[in-house]
């Protein structure tokens, strides 16, 4: 079974459209991540979710929403979609606690998305 | 402000060599760092977690240290093979779930 799954693996679209990616984890994790890898391979967390609740949402433009409808899943809906946009979204999730495994993250397999 | 840097970007070294790849960040005020491979067009896979209490942790082939007062993490790979070839990335939990990743390092073992 996958732990962390991300649909659609590759998104190709036009400047200007809106799009969603799915993200759902298996783990039973209470807290939910969005990455982008941008051109050059760096990684920068977009938002987390912690229980439902927005936690952190690192300088980006407000045409990304992320929406989680139950602890299990974190989907992230753009609008007006921008040449700059293109890039590798990872979705991630981690368990809160104490133990020695405590929020240790889980990545899915990115979506590769392009805009034209 | 958190930073974490990783030396060096790039490394080529030939099958069976014993290797050292460095992390640092700025702010020692970390839940935990962790360290990941990266393959050509594919996820992350989490390698080692240490969390900040902890000086080391060690899976297979893989160590990795922490030094949290002088903002250091080592992950040392031995006798290295041609399959380790890939991105490593190491990755600070700070306060608020915000992770900060540093930029990689680049590892092609020669056969």
């Known amino acids: 079974d996958t732990a962390v799954s991300q649909t659609p693996k590759y998104l190709v679209t036009q400047m200007g459209n809106d799009k969603s990616i799915k993200c759902e984890q298996n783990?039973?994790?209470?807290?939910m991540y969005w990455y982008k890898q941008d051109s050059k391979k760096f990684l920068k967390i977009m938002f987390s979710?912690?229980?439902?609740?927005?936690?952190i949402n690192e300088t980006v433009p407000n045409r990304f929403s992320p929406k989680s409808p139950d602890k299990a899943h974190l989907n992230l809906h753009i609008n007006s979609l921008e040449l700059g946009d293109s890039a590798v979204y990872f979705c991630?999730?981690?368990?809160?606690?104490?133990?020695?495994?405590?929020?240790?993250?889980?990545f899915g397999p990115g979506t590769r998305l392009t805009v034209t | 402000k958190q930073e974490v840097t990783q030396i060096p970007a790039a490394l080529s070294v030939p099958e069976g060599e014993n290797l050292v790849l460095n992390c640092s960040f700025t702010?020692?005020?970390?839940?935990?760092l962790q360290w990941f491979r990266q393959d050509p067009g594919k996820g992350l896979t989490s390698l080692l977690l240490?969390?900040?209490?902890?000086r080391e942790q060690t899976s297979g082939r893989l160590n990795a240290s922490l030094d949290k007062s002088s903002g250091r993490s080592t992950l040392y790979i031995a006798a290295s093979q041609p399959g380790d070839s890939a991105t490593y990335l190491c990755?600070?939990?700070?306060?608020?779930?915000?992770?900060?990743f540093g930029a990689g390092t680049r590892l092609f073992v020669k056969a």
């Open positions: 991630a999730s981690s368990q809160g606690g104490t133990g020695g495994n405590s929020y240790e993250q889980y």
């Open positions: 783990l039973g994790h209470d807290t």
């Open positions: 979710y912690n229980n439902k609740e927005l936690i």
């Open positions: 702010d020692s005020a970390i839940y935990n």
């Open positions: 240490i969390q900040s209490s902890q």
């Open positions: 990755a600070v939990l700070a306060g608020g779930f915000k992770t900060i």
